[in-house]
């Protein structure tokens, strides 16, 4: 897992993904209707995927980080919990 510490770093390197993670399209759904939708929305990144690490967020004491997949536009949030990286490309 990634500590607050690490996101200094994290911010100026892209990373490649270790192994298969959710993206989450919003940080916090709004509401049953909102929480529903972002579910339905949610993608899954396959291991080898290069991230750019853009925000960071705390989150019931897990730190949660806005991505963008390199080469897209697709961004959303993963949970600290779930990320490995390693490889960073500069």
């Known amino acids: 897992?990634?500590?607050?510490e690490k996101f200094n770093m994290l911010k100026k390197s892209k990373y490649v993904l270790c192994?298969?993670?959710p993206l989450m399209?919003?940080?916090e759904?709004?509401?049953f209707w909102g929480t529903?939708?972002?579910?339905k929305k949610i993608?899954?990144?396959?291991?080898g995927v290069?991230?750019?690490f853009l925000e960071e967020r705390k989150k019931q004491n897990h730190m949660w980080y806005?991505?963008?997949?390199q080469g897209t536009v697709i961004t959303g949030w993963i949970n600290g919990i779930n990320l490995e990286v390693n490889n960073a490309i500069n």
């Open 1 to 4: 897992m990634l500590n607050s």
């Open 19 to 21: 192994k298969k993670i």
């Open 25 to 27: 399209p919003v940080f």
């Open 29 to 31: 759904p709004r509401g």
């Open 36 to 39: 529903i939708k972002a579910l």
């Open 43 to 47: 993608k899954t990144i396959n291991a």
């Open 50 to 52: 290069v991230l750019e």
């Open 66 to 69: 806005k991505v963008r997949i």
